[in-house]
């Protein structure tokens, strides 16, 4: 069964740095853009930050110049750094395939304290 599995979230103060991780649990990974979402309390998900198989990214206007998504196709792994975290900023973090997407995983919760 094809699955992505983030890690990576925690609590941090405003200001403060988080790096989220999804893995993939297949080896056509590395030809699949990903794309990684989140999702706020009350809110719907959003998508934040995509790379494509060629490494072009894109991200929201809202954490542009402060979020960095990259991939580490030997590890079949996207990350996602995150830098000066905003309270705005606290939500489930998800990723999945942007083309064909599978089954949402648990994501990981981040947490942003002013």
């Known amino acids: 069964q094809v699955q992505l599995v983030e890690s990576g979230g925690g609590l941090v103060q405003a200001g403060g740095s988080l790096r989220l991780s999804c893995a993939a649990s297949?080896?056509?990974?590395?030809?699949?853009?990903i794309g990684w979402y989140r999702q706020a309390p009350g809110k719907q998900r959003e998508l934040v930050a995509r790379?494509?198989?060629?490494?072009?990214?894109d991200y929201t206007d809202s954490v542009k110049g402060r979020f960095t998504i990259t991939r580490d196709n030997a590890k079949n792994t996207v990350y996602l750094q995150m830098n000066n975290l905003k309270p705005e900023d606290t939500a489930v973090y998800y990723c999945?395939?942007?083309?064909?997407?599978?089954?949402w995983g648990q994501g990981t919760q981040v947490t942003v304290s002013s």
């Open positions: 297949e080896s056509t990974f590395s030809d699949k853009a």
């Open positions: 790379i494509s198989s060629a490494r072009s990214t």
């Open positions: 999945n395939y942007l083309n064909e997407p599978i089954d």
